[in-house]
């Protein structure tokens, strides 16, 4: 992005504007400020409204980009929601978290030869003006088909079904195992990225559309698929994520000061403990900060220790600028706010104090060898370069695994051999009757909208099914 | 809302007794398992094990003693007020199986974790001598129903004011030294169970103890609760709770259980005082 920017064009994407960095590095607000009515509307404009339109193609679930650009380009905000909502039952989400430089605006023709158009911004503004100034009318919905559907699951892809399968007609009840729903909305990106109260309404419209949900519910323990099938429902989708956090094996790992950053991030956003002691639920405050992987969870992890207070927050990664998974403009954000990046550097294990807490990581030096199964070049160990880092809190955010919770109890279920899912990548079903699956639990670890792409697949597919039969 | 039943207070008034409505929780829940409570809007979630469930009733019980802020918040919930969200039942049940005679070994509230385990453990068909301690006298709790629940109950004090004058331990060898125990099942504090495992080892009876470090989520998704048995790193709430105590590290345990006993004593302290405020 910061590259695009310093190109010269005849017309520029309007910015959006945002916190300084370093006065929002010590709070927990949104980061972007949002665009004005005006700003909306200029950037609207810059939309060519492409016959064969590249961004639509770009979009995991077919957006009518051109369509409601176009209706907002009018000044029409009420049908251009619609429009989204067409499509789209999670956009004020989508809007902030969405990779949207790899899929809609990477495709868009203005960025051939200058800056794409701000879907991504457009979409937001779209969202949070119709959260705040609409008119509260719900989109249309089917008359009742008499079927009934479970989502297991409140996270982005289990919302898209229960959004898609409740306007179809459909009676649907969601399970979350949590006591807020939301899934990796809610418990992992940050309150600065994405406000909790905007998650909360996005689904108090899906409630308003009628779809149930029942927190506390952990379909496993609490009920199993085939229990849900005895009470009546008539299809499941399991949207489940790949909640199960990885570590490194590496000595000194049960250390007091060394968190998954699925715990880090639970304990911040889900149980908001940035406002221990007004809430009861305590965070480890760092004073030497140091998070482990370079993925969008990292950047969250790190910018969250650094509004918490920290000295100094460090990204350590094996690997080198080049081949970290973040979002540029994410590390971007992450760097104007002071957090260092010690790249091709690999943790070996952990030093800790008498009383068993974290003190330091010994660390050694990486070079990049030959391509690997990924396509990224493998990080090799610099003989003799071993070193030590001094941290009172490490954050591992080196990926996740499927949690098994669920899918150990449902023994007539298909899973590879990494335990996710087996399920038609085209349709979502599973080998399990009347049973669809979607997002991280079959992907492994992916993004909001390939999610919600695989929800709306399945929910396709579950339609047919509940209208025409297997 | 899950609301409260019953309530009793026991150990002068330091260990309350809650019986909460859930039905759908009483249903599933097996001997060794826990649910997860939070009291309010800005509370904590806490991991406790169950110590009767009641599916017809659809109750579940739990018995915590205060110790902190969040279970001085439980303690001053009366009957017909509720917890917010009671999540389970979680963790694996306890494995029941008849191998003959059975040591039921409990001290402080851990006596009420191994109340349902001590009784299923008798349903089972096994010979169960049961050993529960306190400190002292009006400490003990659950005698009359671990004495249902065992053919033969042992107690003790640590100040002599009751049973036999010392440790579970002392007892828990007279009774291994008689010959011809298979199992034995050790619930209570850190101390405790790692005292029992380190002498069963000696007489190698195998031994389980059920473990309780600090959770949040308690369904596998952050391993908070991460403990290390036999050299590899387990997650309590799906793996456990329950572990053989001869391959638990009970030192990293106890390590790890006081990562944030500042932070919970300020908070307690500052609860206690807006509230004898009041």
């Known amino acids: 992005m910061a590259e695009k920017a310093a190109k010269q064009t005849k017309n520029p994407r309007v ?71 067409g499509k789209n039952a999670l956009p004020a989400v989508c809007g902030r978290v969405c990779p949207q430089e790899i899929q809609c605006e990477g495709k868009c ?24 100034y609409g008119t509260g009318e719900l989109p249309p919905k089917q008359p009742a088909t008499g079927k009934r559907v479970a989502v297991i699951g409140s996270g982005p892809s289990g919302l898209t079904v229960a959004g898609d399968l409740i306007v179809k007609g459909h009676d649907v009840t969601i399970y979350e195992a949590f006591h807020k729903p939301g ?62 956090p990885r570590f490194m094996n590496i000595e000194g790992e049960n250390l007091v000061g060394i968190l998954s950053a699925n715990e880090y991030l639970t304990r911040a956003n889900l149980m908001k403990a940035y406002k221990f002691p007004d809430v009861d639920t305590p965070i480890p405050m760092g ?60 943790p070996t294990r952990y030093l800790g104090n008498d009383e068993g807490r974290l003190t330091g990581m010994e660390c050694l030096r990486m070079e990049l060898g030959e391509p690997d199964d990924s396509g990224r070049r493998r990080p090799v160990a610099i003989d003799g370069s071993e070193f030590q880092l001094e941290c009172d809190l490490c954050i591992v ?71 025409l039969g297997w | 809302m899950f609301t409260i039943v019953r309530r009793e207070e026991m150990a002068q008034g330091t260990v309350i007794l809650n019986e909460i409505e859930a039905p759908l929780i009483a249903r599933k829940a097996k001997p060794g398992q826990f649910v997860i409570l939070k009291a309010g809007e800005d509370g904590e979630r806490i991991p406790l094990t169950m110590a009767e469930t009641d599916p017809d009733k659809g109750t579940i019980t739990i018995i915590y003693m205060v110790v902190g802020k969040s279970t001085a918040i439980f303690r001053d919930l009366a009957v017909g007020d509720g917890y917010q969200d009671v999540i389970g039942p979680l963790g694996k049940p306890t494995h029941l199986e008849k191998v003959g005679k059975v040591i ?71 009774v291994l030294d008689e010959g011809g ?70 030192d990293e345990l106890n390590l790890r259980l006081r990562a944030y006993l500042a932070d919970e004593k300020k908070c307690h302290e500052d609860y206690c005082t807006i509230r004898d405020a009041r």
């Open chain 1, 15 to 85: 910015p959006m504007p945002e916190q300084e960095p370093r006065i929002r590095a010590r709070n927990f607000l949104e980061v972007p400020t949002g665009y004005t009515a005006k700003m909306a509307q200029d950037e609207a404009a810059r939309c060519l409204q492409c016959k064969k339109p590249g961004c639509v193609d770009g979009c995991p679930v077919s957006v009518d980009i051109p369509g409601f650009i176009d209706l907002m380009a009018q000044g029409d905000m009420t049908g251009a929601i619609r429009n989204l909502w």
């Open chain 1, 109 to 132: 023709i203005l960025g051939k030869k200058g800056e794409p158009v701000a879907i991504g911004n457009l979409e937001r503004y779209c969202a949070d003006y119709e959260r705040q």
């Open chain 1, 183 to 244: 899934g990796v909305l809610i418990y992992g990106i940050p309150e600065f990225r994405l406000p909790k109260e905007i998650v909360a309404q996005e689904v108090n419209f899906l409630e308003r559309l009628g779809v149930r949900v029942e927190c506390n519910a952990v379909v496993g323990r609490t009920v199993s698929l085939d229990e849900l099938f005895a009470e009546g429902y008539d299809a499941i989708y399991i949207g489940v994520g790949a909640g199960l």
């Open chain 1, 287 to 346: 004073k030497n900060v140091v998070v482990l992987g370079a993925g969008n969870v990292a950047m969250d992890a790190a910018r969250t220790a650094m509004r918490l207070g920290a000295e100094s927050v460090k990204i350590v990664y094996r690997r080198s600028r080049e081949e970290m998974p973040a979002r540029k403009a994410e590390i971007h954000h992450a760097e104007e706010e002071g957090i260092e990046m010690f790249l091709l550097t690999n």
């Open chain 1, 397 to 467: 955010a080196v990926g996740s695994g499927a949690n098994p919770l669920l899918t150990s109890e449902t023994p007539d279920m298909k899973l590879n051999r990494w335990g996710y899912i087996d399920a038609d990548e085209k349709n979502g079903k599973t080998t399990k009757k009347g049973v669809w699956a979607g997002g991280d639990i079959v992907t492994g670890a992916a993004t909001v909208i390939l999610a919600m792409g695989a929800g709306r697949l399945a929910a396709d597919s579950m339609h047919d099914y509940l209208t």
């Open chain 2, 104 to 174: 039921c070994v409990g001290g402080g509230t851990g006596v009420a974790v191994l109340h349902p385990i001590t009784r299923a453990m008798k349903d089972v068909g096994n010979e169960v001598v049961c050993i529960i301690g306190a400190r002292t006298k009006d400490l003990l709790i659950l005698e009359d129903q671990m004495r249902g629940a065992s053919h033969d109950l042992r107690l003790c004090t640590d100040d002599g004011s009751y049973g036999h004058h010392g440790f579970v331990t002392e007892v828990m060898k007279e």
């Open chain 2, 181 to 250: 125990v298979k199992q034995v099942v050790a619930i209570g504090p850190v101390p405790m169970m790692k005292a029992v495992s380190t002498i069963t080892k000696e007489y190698q009876v195998p031994t389980l103890v059920s473990l309780n470090p600090i959770m949040v989520d308690g369904t596998g998704m952050c391993g908070g609760c991460r403990v290390s048995v036999g050299g590899e790193t387990k997650f309590a709430c799906v793996d456990g709770p329950e572990f053989d105590g001869h391959q638990v590290d009970f």
